[in-house]
């Protein structure tokens, strides 16, 4: 699941090393870029739209690029090479980008904005609101003036890695991870999906007091919402059934509700998300390493 509307089941994972990322014994498909994707049909992909397959390959020959540029682009723990650029390839960081422009360095600009926690919808190489707010939100999160401009300070702190979870947190649910943070489609998974049957424990992470427990729109389902102190909010979405109310405070390990498939979703699992000052981070960098006794 994700505010834009991606669905789960395509089976990409981000994850770092399986040991550290899934309960023992479970794995999930690791995304490959594809290689020898052309300059021209990566800009049609982007820019025209095309169907989800082509998309992929896209985005993933993007983020190689994106990487290949200095850029933050997720745990680099792909042994592929960085994707060749022609040219006639603008990229990021050559130009100021504003409100209007279009291209290839705007694609970039939307997936590097993601990679820190600000997704901004289809990733096209168009700068429109979506990319706007979402720029303005990562100058906020900067201590920066929200001009919605991305210029040299901007592409500056693009360079860097996004700060740690301050935080470490236990697993919702012990399951394997279905779909990871990262690409997907033409979209961002700005989280985790854990799959599990309908009807299984959904557990806070850490302590916090409940900030939201109720259906939402947009995708989310039935979503609690906890605030944890230092920033950190985790987010449980597409639950069945939900056993918590706002102002209520929760130790780790109280029961939320059920895994269900409530809301934007094709079957029963749990969407995880973890926001530090309103950045969306990879739940994986701050979720416990579990051994097999963990697994049962």
């Not at 490959?32 to 992929?56: D, E, K, M, N, Y």
């Not at 301050?166 to 700005?190: E, K």
Request: glycine share 14%.
């Amino acid at each position: 699941m994700d505010l834009g509307g991606a669905r789960y089941g395509t089976g990409m994972s981000r994850a770092p090393p399986e040991a550290l990322c899934h309960p023992a014994g479970m794995r999930a498909t690791t995304l490959r870029p594809s290689r020898g994707l052309g300059l021209a049909a990566l800009v049609g992909i982007l820019l025209a739209g095309a169907p989800a397959a082509a998309a992929r390959s896209g985005v993933a020959s993007l983020d190689r690029a994106l990487r290949a540029d200095g850029f933050y682009a997720g745990p680099d723990l792909r042994p592929e090479a960085a994707v060749e650029i022609g040219a006639a390839h603008r990229s990021l960081g050559s130009r100021t980008l504003r409100r209007g422009a279009a291209g290839f360095d705007v694609a970039e600009l939307q997936l590097a904005l993601a990679w820190h926690g600000f997704p901004s919808g289809p990733i096209d190489g168009r700068f429109g609101t979506q990319l706007r707010t979402a720029l303005r939100g990562f100058h906020r999160a900067e201590a920066r003036p929200a001009d919605g401009v991305a210029g040299a300070a901007t592409l500056a702190a693009l360079r860097r890695a996004p700060e740690a979870i301050p935080i470490p947190l236990v697993w919702p649910v012990l399951a394997p991870v279905g779909d990871g943070f990262g690409p997907r489609g033409d979209r961002f998974h700005a989280g985790i999906d854990l799959v599990a049957p309908s009807g299984t424990a959904v557990l806070a992470a850490a302590p916090g007091r409940v900030t939201w427990a109720a259906p939402r729109a947009g995708g989310w389902g039935n979503l609690v919402t906890i605030a944890h102190g230092h920033g950190v909010r985790t987010m449980y979405a597409h639950l069945s059934s939900i056993a918590v109310a706002v102002g209520q405070w929760v130790s780790g390990g109280t029961v939320l509700g059920d895994v269900g498939a409530t809301g934007d979703a094709t079957g029963p699992h749990l969407h995880f998300e973890v926001r530090v000052a309103g950045a969306a981070v990879d739940p994986l960098r701050a979720l416990v390493p579990l051994t097999a006794s963990s697994s049962g």
